[in-house]
């Protein structure tokens, strides 16, 4: 079993991914500000900010895996912020040999074949447009990264959000740089579905160094 830190583990995302990892018996430590009100069996707490650099290198020793899942807003919502803090998770999970999986948006895909980002399209919604553009500049970091670090990258759907939860079905499609979409044009996936493609990558590496979507 591995030792797994989830940034952002009590947010939609993070808390879904701590509950898979601690099912299926990972030590798995859920990294917020503040503690929750719960935690699933066999999952435990550490409070601290992603902003830290002291903080993630002390949370990083004896990782094999890091799950970033924060997200440009709040405290983070100014442009270049977590980009910042990334690029410091990202020189710490090199030098400790740290696999890091970062959870971005839907905006950075193509909607199709050597069409547009959906970022630029004109129908993306405004209020979403620096969160968006914030973690496609994350992505661009990553894929200029050296050999030193194994990453990978993971686009939810495009409706995935803790607003539209969908239900846990048990299965996902894996797609890459392509939104991916069902018969009737949805882009959608639920937090528990998102979990266990991530676990599944976890345990049985198959994207190296590259990113991946993921919706029914």
Known sequence: MARIIVLGGTGYAGSHIVAEAAGRGHEVVAVSRTAPESLPAG??????????????????????VVIATASP???????GLLRGAYSTLRGLAAEKGVRLGVIGGAGSLVVAE????LVDTPDF????????????????DLRAEGEELDWFFVSPAAMFNGMNPGEATGTYRIGGDVMLTDEH?????????????????VEAPAHRRTRFAVAY
């Open 43 to 64: 999952a435990t707490h550490s409070a601290g900010d992603v902003r830290d650099a002291e903080f993630l290198a002390e949370l990083l020793e004896g990782a094999e």
């Open 73 to 79: 807003r709040g405290d983070l919502a100014e442009a």
């Open 114 to 117: 050597g069409g547009p980002k």
């Open 125 to 140: 919604p405004e209020p979403f447009q620096v969160e968006a553009r914030e973690l496609d500049a994350v992505l661009e």
């Open 185 to 201: 044009g949805n882009s959608e996936l639920s937090g528990a579905d998102l979990a266990l493609a991530i676990l599944d990558e």
